[in-house]
């Protein structure tokens, strides 16, 4: 018998699991994208040196920044979930490793980046064109690096070394936790990016295609 996936989702309310994105909403009306990117460098600080989160000034935020990430995860996943069941599976880019596609997609990442910067005041570091227009790219992505259960674990073992003078890095054998950290990172960016396009702030696309303004007044 299989597990019920959503059993896996423990920290939403009712109202939430029908309406993800009101986890997106409190996120970024409790906390800014610029403080949750210095939250999230301090946690990542915290589990990989000796010093740990109990020298910090609040070593409480370890377990609480826990718990909003995995709630955003869990919203994350119920939308890609209902896009998917609704549009089909979200296909990613692929091209051939070194191929003139990829060379050319590679060449186009900086000027995009630099762009985003530009545009959105240097809160977007990371998220490319077709990320802003396409968000559901970034939770595919963040899903198929891990399932939700294992980046729970993932946060689980920061956690329990950020609150101790232990170094994850040195005692364990997770080679991959910059590229972990920078899906997180990923992930806070296409939030806010959500978040500010649903307020009408943004020009962000939740539907994965683009939408045609009407013609009349």
């Known amino acids: 018998m299989k597990t019920n996936m959503l059993d896996g989702i423990i920290h939403l309310s009712e109202e939430e ?9 409190l996120l970024f009306s409790i906390s800014s994208l610029e403080n949750l990117r210095l939250d999230l460098w301090q946690y990542l600080k915290a589990a990989t040196t000796r010093l740990g989160w109990p020298m910090l000034p609040q070593p409480g935020d370890a377990p609480f920044l826990q718990k909003m990430l995995e709630r ?9 979930r209902e896009k998917e069941a609704r549009d089909g599976q979200v296909t990613l880019p692929s091209f051939a490793p070194a191929s003139e596609e990829w060379w050319q997609d590679q060449r186009q990442v900086q000027g995009e980046r630099e762009q985003l910067q530009a545009a ?17 790219l970034v939770m595919k992505v963040f899903f198929n690096a891990m399932p939700l259960s294992g980046w729970k674990a993932l946060l689980d073992d920061w956690t329990e070394y950020a609150l101790r003078r232990a170094s994850l890095f040195e005692e364990t054998e997770n080679h991959n936790l910059l590229v972990h950290y920078e899906l997180l990172e990923k ?12 307020e009408g702030k943004e020009q962000v696309i939740l539907t994965g295609v683009h939408h045609e303004e009407s013609a009349t007044a």
């Open 72 to 80: 955003l995860m869990e919203a994350c996943w119920l939308l890609l």
């Open 187 to 198: 992930l806070l960016e296409m939030a806010y990016c959500m978040s500010a396009s649903l």
């Open 120 to 136: 959105h005041g240097g809160r977007i570091r990371l998220l490319r064109l077709r990320e802003m227009e396409n968000p559901y």
């Open 17 to 25: 699991r029908e309406e993800p994105v009101l986890v997106i909403f």
